[in-house]
């Protein structure tokens, strides 16, 4: 079955606890990205990557690293967790020619920080 | 840079009947692509439909329309036959090539009552 999967669901954790989100998709898509969900703000976007070593800032990067050595992983890190971090994560796959955008997202990883 | 707006932050419907809602977006890319995306209570972001700004033709995935007006960047989702379980919040996007950016609007919560 065609996925995006992320680990793990649900996480709490306290200030400063360094710590990774996995996203991982078995679509062989080129292009990834990490949102996050805060009530009355929508979904914005933290980083993306376009391919293997390829990654670049979204709207939203302070406070969070990432990562993209195999095409299909792109973990989000956070190495010093503050509690406005908390939120609801989403990573996102997509290919990235015209004509194939519709990005697919994972299940979400609801984080807080304490 | 795109922005998108949803001016409506919650509707209500009856049960069999149609709902409109909108979404206005504004962009300097000249080929670009707009979707409406459905959150049901489980959180998971569920393709609901997609639309080219090159094709004139309105898209249409079963119940679910849109009416999309490029000259005055307006692109409304149409509900018909509202059922229980299009209850969720709808949220609209727009996207760029550049960097395949999903840009969010800030969704709309629809109830749908029996």
């Known amino acids: 079955e065609a996925q995006v999967t992320q680990n793990p669901r649900y996480l709490i954790t306290v200030t400063g606890k360094k710590l990774t989100v996995t996203c991982s998709q078995n679509m062989n898509h080129e292009y990834m990205s990490w949102y996050r969900q805060d009530p009355g703000l929508g979904l914005r976007q933290i980083y993306y990557s376009m391919n293997v070593e390829v990654t670049d800032k979204g709207d939203v990067p302070e406070g969070y690293k990432v990562s993209r050595k195999e095409k299909r992983n792109f973990p989000l890190i956070l190495e010093s967790p503050s509690p406005n971090q908390t939120s609801l994560y989403f990573c996102a796959s997509s290919f990235h020619r015209q004509g194939a955008e519709t990005q697919y997202f994972g299940p979400g990883t609801r984080l807080l920080v304490l | 840079a795109q922005t998108v707006t949803q001016s409506q932050p919650e509707m209500s419907v009856q049960e069999a009947e149609t709902v409109t809602l909108s979404c206005t977006y504004d962009t300097s890319e000249s080929n670009y692509y707009l979707f409406w995306y459905k959150q049901p209570p489980s959180r998971q972001m569920i393709l609901v439909i997609r639309?080219?700004?090159?094709?004139?033709q309105n898209a249409t995935e079963n119940r679910f329309s849109v009416n999309f007006q490029k000259a005055a960047k307006s692109f409304s989702l149409k509900i018909s036959d509202s059922q229980l379980g299009d209850t969720a919040m709808y949220f609209c996007a727009s996207h760029t090539g550049a960097n395949s950016k999903l840009t969010f609007g800030k969704g709309i919560t629809l109830s749908v009552r029996p």
């Open positions: 639309q080219e700004a090159y094709k004139q």
